[in-house]
Structure formats: structure tokens, C-alpha cells
């Protein structure tokens, strides 16, 4: 891991987070970059450059993205050369913030010139928003984690580590489920057929992967019913704030042993 730092004096009280690999940089991530410089030139922007198995390949990656990404005005560049959870990413985007809270977005979307009033304008002094009712881009902050824990590192590809996070959030009675609308972000949805974490043991789906999937149904169960020991969360665990229904709901029970760890100490947040 390598880090490459850009000093900023921004006043805001959130930064920008990335998580993204090769196979976005140009398909999105340069554009995505470019208009995030653009509009947020006074705030903490960082990336984590995930890995790779063509190693040739991620290290001209590594090193294109890393110059580039310079010239964008970005504070952190964090590379690796071998694939991390996306889990372990979206932790090293909140460890490195030197802001309290962290608007975490897609490396595929596409981002119109009223996105920063559209966010500003709505988030008010929330911890934890959503943007466009999706764990696609969302705000979160460190005394979130302080009180939920980080995520979930054992989900070693993409996928379910939001789910699991909203389960969470549910079991310690945060109210986490709040949303904005914000029309100048646009979710692309890319699907890849190389994705940084393939094993013959790892099959995946569109972008996601089985073997988080996997996991998820070890780490928690269901019911659509009230049960002793369970916690009611909505399907739909998200409204607006024009109160709208949440819809149907099931129920969640962490499973014995299943505890998420404390992956570093919390007192790094302070």
C-alpha cells in the first residue's frame, strides 16, 4: 500500500471518498474526477486505487491514476496492488478523512453541475444520508462508526457489506434510513466481465460477488415474522424526508459467532 497526499485547506465538515480499479478509470472515473475537482475544489478528496490481477497492467494503472488524479486536486491516493474488500476501502476512506463525515461515492456515475447545492442544500446536520435512496453514494461519519462498528471486512469481494451494514445500524436503534434527492447524480450501473476479485472458488454475479452473498446468509437470519431475539427492519429501509410508507418489513437475527470485529481501533477516529 502507498499513499500520496495533496495538502488542502478546505473548511467543510465532510470529505469525498472513492473506491475504484483499472477497469473504471476511463470508462468514468477520469470524468467523474475531473467534475469533482471542478466543483469541489475546497473539499478533502481521496481514492483508493483497488488491485489487480494483471500486474503489468496495475501498475501503469497505479501510476497513470495516481499522476492524474494529482493534477484533480485530490488530498489521498491509496494503491494496492492485489485486490481488498470494498468493505476495507470504504474503512480507509473514513480513517483517512480528516473531516468528520464522508460522502462515499460509485466510481461510475456521472455528476451535473448542481450536484454540490444538491447535497448541501438537503444534508443538513445528519451523520448518515443516502443519496438517491442508494448505498451507491451515501454521507456517513466517524461518530457513526464509533457507535455501529466498521465494516465488515470478511465480505472479500463486492457485495451485501451494505446490507449488512443497515442491519446493524437497525440493531443499535440508529436511525440511519434517511434520504435525499439528488437529480444532478446519475448511478451508470457499468457491468464488467473483469472484476478484481475472481476465484475458482469465487463466482460472481454482474459485478457482485457469490461468495459475499455467501457469507451474508452465514453471518444473518431472516423472518418475515416477529421472533424472540430478532429486529425488525424494512425491506425498503429507506424514506425520504416527505415521510414516505416503508413498506413491508422483515425481521434480522445476527447469528451466533458472527460478530464483526473491531478491524482497528476506534481511538484512530479521534
Not at 418475515?224 to 422483515?250: C, F, N, Q, V, W
Amino acid at each position: 500500500m502507498s499513499e500520496n497526499k495533496h495538502k488542502n485547506s478546505s473548511q467543510v465538515d465532510y470529505s469525498i471518498g472513492i473506491v475504484t480499479y483499472v477497469e473504471r478509470f476511463n470508462k468514468s472515473f477520469k470524468q467523474l474526477a475531473l467534475e469533482l475537482g471542478r466543483q469541489f475544489p475546497d473539499v478533502e478528496k481521496n481514492v483508493i486505487l483497488n488491485g489487480f490481477p494483471d500486474k503489468e497492467k496495475q501498475l501503469r494503472y497505479i501510476k497513470e491514476a495516481t499522476a492524474f488524479l494529482n493534477k484533480c486536486g485530490f488530498n489521498r491516493v491509496i494503491t494496492f496492488e492485489e485486490h481488498q474488500p470494498l468493505a476495507k476501502g470504504w474503512n480507509l476512506l473514513i480513517i483517512n478523512s480528516d473531516a468528520p463525515k464522508i460522502m462515499i461515492l460509485n466510481d461510475d456515475c456521472l455528476v451535473g453541475p448542481n450536484f454540490r447545492n444538491e447535497f448541501e442544500s438537503q444534508r443538513l446536520d445528519y451523520d448518515w444520508v443516502f443519496i438517491n435512496e442508494s448505498f451507491s453514494h451515501f454521507m456517513t461519519s466517524k461518530k457513526v462508526v464509533k457507535l455501529v462498528g466498521w465494516f465488515d471486512e470478511r465480505f472479500l469481494g463486492i457485495g451485501h457489506e451494505d446490507g449488512d451494514y443497515a442491519r446493524r445500524c437497525a440493531i443499535k436503534n440508529y436511525e440511519y434510513d434517511i434520504g435525499i434527492e439528488c437529480p444532478s447524480l446519475k448511478n451508470l450501473q457499468i457491468q464488467e466481465e473483469f472484476v478484481s476479485f475472481t476465484t475458482k472458488k469465487n463466482e460472481k454475479s454482474g459485478n457482485y460477488s457469490l461468495y459475499n452473498e455467501r457469507f451474508f446468509k452465514k453471518k444473518w437470519s431472516h423472518a418475515s415474522y416477529a421472533k424472540t431475539g430478532y429486529t425488525y427492519i424494512p425491506i425498503r429501509h429507506l424514506k425520504r424526508y416527505t415521510d414516505l410508507p416503508l413498506g413491508e418489513g422483515s425481521f434480522c437475527k445476527l447469528n451466533r459467532g458472527m460478530e464483526t470485529p473491531e478491524f482497528y481501533p476506534l481511538a484512530i477516529l479521534d
